[in-house]
């Protein structure tokens, strides 16, 4: 479990440059900028979305397959290699900027010279485009809204 001193907590909005390379907020760039960082192509509430993992979050997904007592060799070789297929190892530059190969804006539809939002998911954060943020927060409140009853944070 990640300390709260190092969650990558809140939202925030940067313009991508002509580069697709988008700044990572400073408070982020201690849990996230040191060593590799892994984009994964997924989803999130049923919204394209590409998810930025630090080295030891993606351990903890590759760990997570290979306990799995109860599936196959072959069930876990396939799961594992849609994982590769999915994701692709990168570095923050020294000012802190992501870069994004090109063809990976496409499918979330990340554009450059416009806002893409960075979500903060406490060990990992997500990046998506605007309008795709905007529905996800609706999502998201439908399904959480039943479990906040119990907890009564917000």
């Not at 900028?33 to 999130?44: A, D, F, H, K, V």
């Not at 394209?48 to 993992?53: A, E, F, G, Q, S």
């Not at 010279?113 to 943020?133: A, C, D, H, T, W």
């Amino acid at each position: 479990m990640i300390s709260p001193e190092h969650a990558l907590e809140g939202v925030y909005a940067h313009k991508m440059d002509t580069k697709c390379r988008v700044s990572v907020p400073a408070d982020w760039r201690v849990t996230t900028g040191n060593g590799y960082l892994r984009l994964l192509q997924s989803s999130s509430y049923d919204l394209k979305v590409l998810r930025v993992l630090p080295e030891d979050e993606y351990l903890k997904m590759l760990q997570e397959v290979e306990k799995r007592d109860d599936w196959s060799f072959n069930k876990k070789q396939r799961i594992l290699g849609r994982l590769y297929r999915q994701i692709l190892k990168t570095t923050l530059n020294p000012q802190g900027k992501l870069l994004i190969p090109k063809a990976w804006c496409e499918i979330p539809e990340l554009h450059t010279e416009e806002s893409v939002m960075l979500v903060g998911r406490g060990s990992y954060f997500e990046i998506f485009n605007p309008k795709n943020y905007e529905e996800m927060l609706v999502r998201e409140e439908a399904e959480t809204a039943d479990l906040d009853e119990e907890l009564g944070f917000f």
